[in-house]
């Protein structure tokens, strides 16, 4: 990047952004806040306000003794990665800026991007699991995510032992001590426990607290990574509660508009670098106008999140009650104590991703569904706009009977992610959908 403002008016011109103020007279800045500026410095820029788009595939050494230590660093010689902009297949101005705030909300020390969610979480495990290695994992996870571990990781001899999300710290000690047998038997280690909370479309909670005790007392030094995608980054901040890295489809709440595709994993550098290096070799880093996006995005998660979760309350409180209605899979209204214990101590809000029972199955269903005028009938969810599904037949229809009997997807389940349209709105339109059925 060539600084374009005249030397003579700036001595001491700067590749690196100025560390970003973090703090006013001792008080720590918030995130929103911080999404206006932090890693980008407009005088980098001709001035820019917002970050420029960075579209170029390398970057111009300012010497041949920086591009050295650069590759240094990128090459793993020198710990901590390269200290300049090199290649964009490692990084760029874009992706650097996006990073850095992603952590701000995680409070992590690092973050990467990914060109999606899927990307993230297949090189994070790849950069942990070797062969004859085990992997735990809390279950259901997002059904790509369950068919890495089963299906691809298990052809380099990684196989898996997984428990309910729930589990207790009793069943997480013998869940842990069962894969470090396994593990030993099979001459590898338990390369990382792997969860998702909550779960997909169950909405059951893990609890991440009783699993990093049972990790300090049976595998220590093994990763605990959590899939953070329905929460966070306002609703759950899995790091505060002993997880060591945090996985985000970035395509859901974080972009929020459902018009683009990325993923990230934040968490503290030593957890991170391996991660690094293994996306330098292969690539699957987020372009620059996605990275770019994405920044727009962070400016509003916040009063998106918040709305959407407002929205979610008032829609869910009228669904509660409404007689064609057998129940709802709702972080609001937890009937199980186990959950409700779990929730109180791990998240700050409902969100608004949940389940809503309808009495009878499949057809029931289906009316309601086809005749929403304001929700749109699509997968996905967390954008501005409330989006409907049916699991049974859609997202989990190649599952078998078995397995859903057990995760409780039944053919009366609708799947709804609400967004920040007018609750009134909304309701009235559930409310005549409802009619149909
Ligand atoms: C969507 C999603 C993913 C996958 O993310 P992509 O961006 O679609 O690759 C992973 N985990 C959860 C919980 C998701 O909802």
């Keep these: 990047m060539t600084d374009a403002v005249d030397a003579a008016q700036t001595p001491t011109p700067r590749r690196k952004p100025k560390p970003a103020r973090r703090e006013i007279g001792g008080r720590p800045l918030k995130p929103s806040t911080l999404m206006m500026g932090h890693g980008f410095d407009p005088v980098l820029s001709e001035g820019s306000l917002k970050a420029p788009i960075f579209l170029t595939s390398t970057f111009a050494f300012e010497s041949a003794a920086a591009g050295k230590r650069h590759f240094e660093g990128i090459t793993g010689l020198r710990e ?20 850095d705030r992603l952590a701000v909300w995680d409070g992590a020390e690092d973050a990467l991007t990914f060109s999606s969610g899927m990307t993230a979480i297949c090189i994070l495990m790849m950069a942990y699991a070797n062969q004859n290695d085990v992997i735990v994992h809390s279950g259901p996870l997002y059904a790509a995510t369950e068919g890495f571990v089963a299906k691809v990781l298990s052809r380099f001899g990684v196989t898996y032992v997984d428990f309910p999300a729930g589990a207790t710290r009793e069943e997480l000690d013998e869940v842990l001590a069962r894969a470090g047998s396994e593990a030993a038997q099979k001459g590898g280690k338990v390369a990382m426990i792997y969860l998702e909370s909550p779960a997909n479309p169950t909405n059951a909670l893990v609890d991440v607290e009783a699993v990093r005790a049972a990790r300090d007392a049976n595998l220590a030094g093994c990763p605990i990574a959590i899939d953070n995608t329905f929460l966070g980054p306002l609703w759950s901040r899995p790091l505060d509660h002993g997880a060591d890295i945090v996985a985000y489809s970035l395509t859901k709440y974080v972009g929020g508009h459902s018009d683009l595709v990325a993923g990230s994993i934040a968490g503290a550098k030593t957890w991170i670098n391996p991660v690094r290096a293994l996306r330098n070799t292969m690539g699957g880093i987020v372009d620059p106008h996605t990275a770019w996006m994405l920044l727009r995005s962070l400016e509003t998660v916040e009063l998106r999140m918040q709305r959407a979760g407002e929205n979610a309350a008032k829609v869910c409180a009228f669904l509660r009650d409404h007689p064609k209605v057998e129940g709802l899979g709702y972080l609001g209204f937890i009937a199980d104590p186990r959950q409700q214990d ?96």
């Design 342 to 437: 779990i929730y109180d101590r791990h998240c700050l809000g409902a969100g608004s991703t949940f389940s809503v029972f309808i009495k009878g199955g499949e057809a029931e269903c289906f009316a309601f569904l086809d005749n929403l005028t304001i929700a749109k009938l699509a997968v996905s969810l967390g954008g501005t706009e409330t989006l409907a599904s049916h699991p049974a037949s859609m997202t989990h229809l190649s599952v078998p009977q078995a397995r859903k009997d057990l995760l409780g997807i039944t053919d009366n389940l609708v799947r709804i992610s609400v967004g920040i349209e007018d609750a009134d709105d909304l309701i009235a339109d559930f409310a005549q959908a409802l009619e149909h059925v």
């Design 80 to 99: 901590g990665g390269a200290e300049g902009l090199v290649y964009s297949r490692f990084n760029g101005p874009n992706q650097e800026i996006l990073e």
